[in-house]
């Protein structure tokens, strides 16, 4: 049975994961980069250990030294969280060979959902529905016309080795496509190294929508119900919820059922991600599977009250699931809010630096996820996402109108945040109506962009500064002996209310 756990991860991820095994009883060993020395979670470890220089490849992808310090701290598994080394095959192998137990699926898993190619033929077989297009890598030029009209146009030229939007090219009309092809290809190879490229039907509005799953070693297969996840930009999601508007209990069946499908034509073990694309009349296709736990995981764990990780855990460790298909739920709805450190009215460009002050949202129906603190300085090298927030309420609207009331009280100083570009999100007509696809931030940039959001700030400033003067202006009557009346913060909040510069 596992007793320690190697987080081959950091930033929020390695947190959370640190925190089921300390409900658990397991120790928790961190691995971290000489820019993270100070990080949160070499701070809530048990056991920490540096494994290289600031610089990604030479630290939290550097298998060797990470397989080292598993050894050396006697750890019994490892937990890739997502991105870094989580569905890199090698690392898993390397782990199995080590004696040490991969929190994750088997490398045969990883390896078929990593070529996104391989992926498709096996759900053809399997009978999972994708979108119509070819089967085999096109490596015949003069073939490509003729693939092209018989699928018919637009369509989308796509690397075998992409995937979550990398190596792919639209193509509306014939003119465009020898030399989209040829990109594509000269892309994925110096990208990827295997310039092996599919073609597919494009789906003009989609939405992403995608089931959780769960597997033990035992043969029970479960979904978690769907994730949507249409709210993104340039394929970085921004805002999840569950359930979807879209859904409906038909579709939501037959859409679990195929997940399932599709996890088990590779046998899979653990958690996984199947996503699909999804259109207006309720057509869906498989896009991809993801062998890995996501970002997304706590809107899943908020409504069916399952901890992924823990059942990630109990799973490596040889046990049956806990839960049945019959057992699992979607209680109420729940959103999440992804945090960037990032100038959303500068190009969302990152922006790294030292934290002066934080105020997280608490209280009812809340969960925050996250890993910086206050002085702590953000580094450069790495994701740029530093919190996600989750609210949960029994009704779609309740869930908004919480998500909207943690903004206001989520305040972080020093470093640019998108807390104010996703609070405009949950004011958008399209997202309040449910009534939105993959298109919906571009379509809704200029409003996302201007937020009144900018005076609440300032007036928390003044009536502030209204009750210092307020205080100031106590001890100077109680200096005199007199009892003049003066102004306070409440009464000038009240005059800032009528006056509605704040709205509260
Ligand atoms: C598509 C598509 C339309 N038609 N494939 C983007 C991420 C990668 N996993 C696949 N993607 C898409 N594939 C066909 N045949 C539209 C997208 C797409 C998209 C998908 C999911 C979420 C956001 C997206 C944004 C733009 C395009």
């Known amino acids: 049975m596992i007793r320690k756990v190697l987080v081959a991860n950091r930033g929020e991820i390695a947190v959370r994961v640190m925190r089921s ?13 000489e820019a993270d020395r100070t ?28 397989i080292e310090v598993a050894k050396v701290s006697k750890s019994d598994a490892i937990h890739p969280g997502y991105g870094f080394l989580s569905e890199n095959a090698n690392f898993a192998e390397a782990v199995d060979k080590a004696g040490i137990i991969f929190i994750g699926p088997s490398i045969h898993a990883i390896n078929t959902m990593g070529d996104k190619l391989t992926a498709r033929q096996l759900m053809i077989e399997s009978g999972v529905p994708v979108v119509p297009g070819t089967k085999e890598n096109i490596d015949d030029p003069n073939k490509l016309k003729t693939i092209a009209a018989e699928i018919g146009y637009p369509i989308m030229l796509k690397a075998s080795a992409g995937g979550g939007g990398k190596g792919m090219r639209l193509v509306r009309e014939e003119k465009d496509l020898v030399n989209a092809y040829n990109m594509a290809k000269s892309e994925a190879r110096s990208a990827f190294g295997d310039d092996a490229v599919y073609m597919e039907k494009y ?11 769960m597997a033990d070693q035992h043969g029970n297969y479960v979904h978690l119900f769907e994730r949507e996840c249409s709210v993104q930009r340039r394929h970085q999601k921004v805002v999840e919820e569950t359930p979807s508007p879209l859904m409906t209990p038909e579709l939501r069946n037959k859409m679990g059922e195929q997940a399932i499908a599709a996890a088990k034509s590779v046998d899979y073990v653990g958690a996984g991600t199947v996503e699909f694309l999804v259109d207006n009349d309720h057509n869906f296709y498989f896009l991809e599977m993801n062998t890995r736990l996501q970002v997304e995981h706590p809107i899943t764990e908020r409504t069916t ?24 739920r979607q209680n109420g709805h729940a959103i999440e809010c992804r945090i960037y450190a990032e100038d959303h009215k500068n190009n969302f460009m990152p922006c790294p630096g030292v934290v002066k002050n934080i105020t997280e949202p608490m209280g009812l129906g809340m969960r925050t996820d996250g890993y910086v603190y206050e002085g702590y300085e953000i580094p450069f090298h ?30 972080i ?24 696809d993959t298109h919906f931030i571009e379509k809704n940039m200029d409003f996302l962009m201007t937020d009144e959001d900018d005076c609440t700030d300032y007036c928390e400033d003044i009536a502030l500064f209204v009750a210092f003067l307020d205080y100031t202006q106590k001890l100077k009557d109680a200096a005199d002996k ?14 800032a209310r009528r006056k509605n510069i704040l709205r509260l």
């Open 21 to 33: 095994c300390r409900e658990m009883g397991l120790r928790s060993v961190a691995i971290y980069s």
């Open 382 to 411: 790495y994701d740029p996402m530093i919190s996600k927030v989750i609210s949960w309420a029994p009704t779609r609207m309740e869930a908004i109108d919480r998500m909207k009331r943690a903004l206001y009280e989520y305040k």
């Open 305 to 328: 009250g399952v901890d992924l990780v823990k059942a990630q855990i109990n799973v490596a460790n040889g046990l049956p699931l806990e839960f049945k298909q019959d057992d699992l």
């Open 482 to 495: 007199s009892n003049v009346a003066t102004p306070n913060q409440s009464a000038w909040k009240e005059y």
């Open 413 to 436: 100083t020093g470093v640019k945040t998108s807390i104010p570009f996703v609070a405009r999100i949950m004011e958008a007509k399209d997202f309040v109506e449910g009534n939105y």
């Open 203 to 213: 789906i003009e509005s989609p939405h992403h929508i995608e089931f959780q799953i």
């Open 39 to 66: 990080a949160m979670h070499v701070r809530y470890a048990d056991e920490a250990y540096c494994v290289g220089p600031a610089t990604s490849a030479e630290s939290y992808l550097n298998i060797e030294k990470i």
